[in-house]
Structure formats: C-alpha cells, structure tokens
T-cell receptor, first 114, second 114 residues
Framework: EPEVTQTPSHQVTQMGQEVILRCVPI?????FYWYRQILGQKVEFLVS????????KSEIFDDQFSVERPDGSNFTLKIRSTKLEDSAMYFC????????????FGPGTRLTVL | GNSVTQMEGPVTLSEEAFLTINCTYT??????LFWYVQYPGEGLQLLLK?????DKGSNKGFEATYRKETTSFHLEKGSVQVSDSAVYFC?????????????FGKGTKLTVNP
C-alpha cells in the first residue's frame, strides 16, 4: 500500500543552524502539506503546496520557513535558522485532491533544537 | 476562528470496555469532521469522517455522528481491544476560503489493558 515517508525520523540540531526535513509523498498525489506538533500541544497546520507553489500558510510559517519540491518525488521543509521553540514533531501529508479529501500522513520527524 | 476541543487524556480501559472520546468544535461555514488515529511509531491515519450534519462515520468498530446542534463529533466503540491502543485526534476542514488545512484537537491517548 502506498505511504508517505519522512526522513530523518529524529533530527538534533544547534540553535541557529539550518535544517531540511524531507518527505516523499504518495506518487500520484498533487497536494502536499506540513504540520507540526509541539510536545503536549495540538497538531498545527504550517503550509499547503499545490502546482509548485504555496496555496496556504499559517502565521507560524514565517520567513524562516520554506518549502520546495525539488524533483518529482521529494517535498522538503527548510528552517533557515532554528530556534528552541521550533522543537516539535513535523508531519508531512499528501492528498490526491484538495479540500475534503483524505490527507495521508507520514510518520513524522522529531526535531530537537538545542 | 475554527477550533477543536477534545477530552483530556490519557484514557485507560480494560479490554472489551466501552469507549467514548468527546470532541466538540467551533467553525465558520460547514465543516467536514474527521477522526485520525496514530499508532505507536506511525503517522496519522484517517479512522473515519463525516461531511454533513447527522452523517455517521464508521470504521473498525468505531463510530462518530456529526451533531450540528451540539457541535460535537464524539468517538465511540462498544468493545475496545488491546490493539486499539493509540492516540486519537479529532479534526475538521471548512470550506471557507477554499481552505484545505486540517484543524486538529490535542489528541487523546488511549491505553487498553488485557
């Protein structure tokens, strides 16, 4: 069964460093998403991406964040200069169509900023 | 704004016990409602959904009914199994502005003991 994969499963970085979180969505899907969950808090939407551009982003997704689909398979989230408060579980998701359609989630990357 | 409130966990039950996890929502427009489940070490999986008032979503013995009058979507199962141990997330999507983002509750951790 097709699934969304994410690498790495756990990333530890120093404050101020750049990190890139990688996701491989399901191959025929067109809509891609990043969510995050700070420990003990809600899963929060970060950004959605369709047709090679951002379709929606939250207030969290400031200039320190960027997304890219560098080739036909990967979908990345870059944090340019990490802060302590960026420590969270980051989930990638994809869907075949847009609103109301099932979003398929990856297992997440746990980011720890020291 | 749109929001989802879930009952606080963790919830611990014995096998074959009845399960209810409460979920209420606040939304503009007409939301679709979802329950996602996260098994240990895995990503979020869609458990069930309902797209309009009075719809009942069901899957794997779990049920939830979309109650517009009480703005609720409580998850129930008549007889839980050890394999149901997981974290359960209530979520919604609204049509407002064509948004595709899921708005999640905090999640409720369920542990079922043999």
């Amino acid at each position: 069964e097709p699934e969304v994969t994410q690498t790495p499963s756990h990333q530890v970085t120093q404050m101020g460093q750049e990190v890139i979180l990688r996701c491989v969505p399901i191959s025929n899907h067109l809509y891609f998403y990043w969510y995050r969950q700070i420990l003990g808090q809600k899963v929060e939407f970060l950004v959605s991406f369709y047709n090679n551009e951002i379709s929606e982003k939250s207030e969290i997704f400031d200039d320190q964040f960027s997304v890219e689909r560098p080739d036909g398979s990967n979908f990345t989230l870059k944090i340019r200069s990490t802060k302590l408060e960026d420590s969270a579980m980051y989930f990638c998701a994809s869907s075949a169509q847009g609103a109301y359609n099932e979003q398929f989630f990856g297992p997440g990357t746990r980011l720890t900023v020291l | 704004g749109n929001s989802v409130t879930q009952m606080e966990g963790p919830v611990t039950l014995s096998e074959e016990a009845f399960l209810t996890i409460n979920c209420t929502y606040t939304a503009t427009g007409y939301p679709s409602l979802f329950w996602y489940v996260q098994y240990p070490g895995e990503g979020l999986q869609l458990l069930l959904k309902a797209t309009k008032a009075d719809d009942k979503g069901s899957n794997k013995g779990f049920e939830a009914t979309y109650r517009k009058e009480t703005t609720s979507f409580h998850l129930e199962k008549g007889s839980v199994q050890v394999s149901d141990s997981a974290v359960y997330f209530c979520a919604l999507i609204t049509t407002q502005g064509g948004s595709e983002k899921l708005v999640f509750g905090k999640g409720t951790k369920l542990t079922v003991n043999p």
